[in-house]
């Protein structure tokens, strides 16, 4: 071998080294890479190979009145569960087919839609009985397959009477999921629709607990590793007297409507009812799914809550807001009079009053309700300032009640009149705004805002259905100022006790109640062709110390008088039960 074989082949042996020591420090690198810098990460994804976490239901927090009486509360539900991890569960399937009364087909479709992972169980039937339960568990000695999963179950001992103000609980949708993720929620969680559940669910929901167990490569259970239990939700404390809500629902069962009670000075609502009404009960998971799809389907639309999602002209009831923004604005002084002579002419046009009233004052004609006298107002204000007054008053606009769905109503005026009708406001619709009819429409919360700012002297409060949450208060008295001086809501609330004192007063049925005076005004509002009138009543009682403004709204209730004499039916009972 030459001089210069001998250089080449220590030349490549160096090479060959070197790269092997390169190769070996990139190795190296690589390691410490892995094993130092990273190794929190890989440790944590390791970690997750073995290690799954189960999540467990928290029960939620109870729903109490004012005078901490339950209206929502949890007891234990009992769920059919199959272990993923199982053999034979064609066997498990054909066995609760049997017990159960429910076809094979239809317990492998809930199993399919259920399945999370290969380590927890399958819930294919919801609340069974407790003796079922029971028995079904006895069989897992033989069905080691089967097992039986108790949560918390909503339940709500009130049902029909209370439903619209506290709403239900249910799996949660799809829709609600994508908005709610971020917030830490899961397709297993139940989350509030509608009412005081939906809107308080972060205060009601709780912590859910954790389970955690070690799985192998196949994801089956093989090691119990820890157990967090749940917290239970806040609990809830509303505003709402069960006793005055019964009375109420009571009373307006079987009448298409609402009725709200509220004190005018603080804005805490003491009643809410709406008929048709629904039983929350029957919206919770297990429950009868051909009665929930009647209820859906009812065209009454039982679900809608009235009080504060109902849209109706409110009639005269809007009188009330046309007296004081004429007295305010200076266009008439208490002793202003217009003759009645039971209708005005405009432009070959008749516009009706209801009787033919003669000489009338403001107090005079809040008392008979007389059309004329308003359409003089409604001539003399102009539509440019009734709007102006009724966005004061929060016309057309949401109280910001705490309950989802609320309604803004419709306040007309000229803006809005060529933006939506592509027409010009005439002067024939601002007579019928100043008898509320027409395009104006409002909530019955809406309505009972006029009611409550004549009880209080003048200032606009925001209603709410919760006082606490747990030992903090949720809500407080909110209050703003109208502008309008006390001596103008004087003059109304003479004219709305007129309406109840005067022998010829609309409302004078009310005037029969031993011990208790009330004021308020009534409406007879049209409504769609061919169906009756609604029928109004706004107001607030005692007189001389308003405890309670109420609204009560008839749909096609035909007349005013039956909402007063609903009202009457209502405050007696409270007076025997000496809640006035």
Request: proline content about 5%; overall charge positive.
């Amino acid at each position: 071998m030459g001089l210069g074989q001998s250089m080449d082949k220590i030349l490549r042996i160096n090479i060959l080294r070197w790269t092997i020591v390169g190769m070996w420090f990139l190795l190296s690198m690589g390691l410490f890479h892995l094993q130092v810098l990273r190794w929190q990460y890989y440790y944590k994804k390791s970690q997750e190979n073995f290690v799954r976490m189960i999540p467990l239901p928290a029960p939620r927090g109870d729903i109490l009145d004012r005078k901490m009486r339950v209206l929502a509360y949890n007891t234990l539900a009992f769920d059919v569960a199959i272990n993923p991890q199982a053999k034979d569960r064609e066997i498990a399937f054909k066995v609760l087919a049997r017990l159960l009364d429910i076809s094979i087909d239809k317990l492998k479709k809930e199993y399919k839609k259920n399945y999370l992972a290969p380590f927890i169980p399958v819930v294919i039937y919801r609340d069974i009985p407790k003796k079922l339960a029971l028995k079904i568990e006895e069989l897992r000695f033989v069905y080691p397959q089967i097992t039986v999963l108790i949560r918390p179950k909503r339940v709500y001992p009130w049902g029909e009477v209370v439903s619209h103000v506290l709403g239900y609980v249910r799996p949660i949708d799809k829709q609600r999921l994508r908005l709610l993720k971020k917030y830490g929620y899961s397709r297993r969680d139940e989350v509030g629709y509608t009412g005081v559940e939906e809107e308080y669910d972060p205060y009601l929901k709780g912590r859910p607990g954790l389970v955690k167990i070690a799985v192998d490569s196949r994801g089956r259970k093989v090691e119990l590793l820890s157990e967090k239990l749940p917290e239970k939700g806040q609990s809830l404390v509303l505003t709402i007297d069960k006793d005055i809500q019964e009375i109420v629902f009571n009373h307006l069962k079987g009448h298409n409507g609402s009725v709200i009670m509220m004190d005018p000075f603080s804005g805490e609502v003491l009643a809410m009812v709406n008929w048709p009404s629904y039983d929350n009960n029957l919206f919770l998971s297990g429950s009868d799914n051909q009665k929930k799809t009647a209820i859906l389907k009812d065209q009454s639309f039982p679900l809608l809550n009235r009080a504060m999602a109902g849209l109706y002209p409110p009639g005269s009831t809007f009188k009330i807001l046309m007296a004081a923004a004429a007295l305010d604005s200076g266009i008439i002084n208490i002793n202003t009079r217009f003759y009645c002579p039971g209708f005005v002419k405009l432009g070959g046009v008749r516009f009706g009053c209801v009787h033919i009233h003669k000489d009338e004052n403001v107090i005079e004609a809040l008392a008979h309700s007389c059309n004329v006298f308003f359409y003089n107002l409604g001539v003399k204000l102009g539509v440019d300032n009734i709007d102006l007054y009724a966005e004061r008053l929060g016309v057309g606009r949401k109280t910001e009640i705490d309950l989802p769905g609320e309604k803004n109503g419709l306040l007309p005026g000229r803006r809005w009149k060529q933006q939506t009708l592509h027409q010009g406001w005439f002067e024939g619709d601002t007579l019928n705004l100043s008898i509320g009819q027409g395009y104006l429409l409002m909530t019955p919360i809406q309505v009972l805002m006029l009611g409550a700012v004549v009880a209080n002297g003048g200032f606009i409060v925001r209603p709410f259905v919760v006082k606490y949450s747990g030992d903090y208060e949720v809500n407080y008295t909110s209050k703003k100022d109208t502008g309008i001086p006390r001596e103008v809501w004087k003059i109304v609330e003479n004219g709305l006790e007129s309406a109840v004192s005067f022998s010829d007063g609309t409302a004078h049925i009310l005037s029969s109640i031993d011990g208790v005076r009330v004021a308020g005004k009534t409406g007879t509002a049209q409504s769609k062709p061919g169906r009756p009138a609604h029928g109004w009543f706004v107001g607030f009682f005692p007189v001389e110390r308003p405890k309670y403004a109420v609204v009560i709204f008839l749909e096609y209730g035909k007349s005013s008088y039956y909402a007063c004499e609903l009202l009457k039916e209502i405050i007696e009972e409270m007076v025997t039960k000496g809640l006035v």
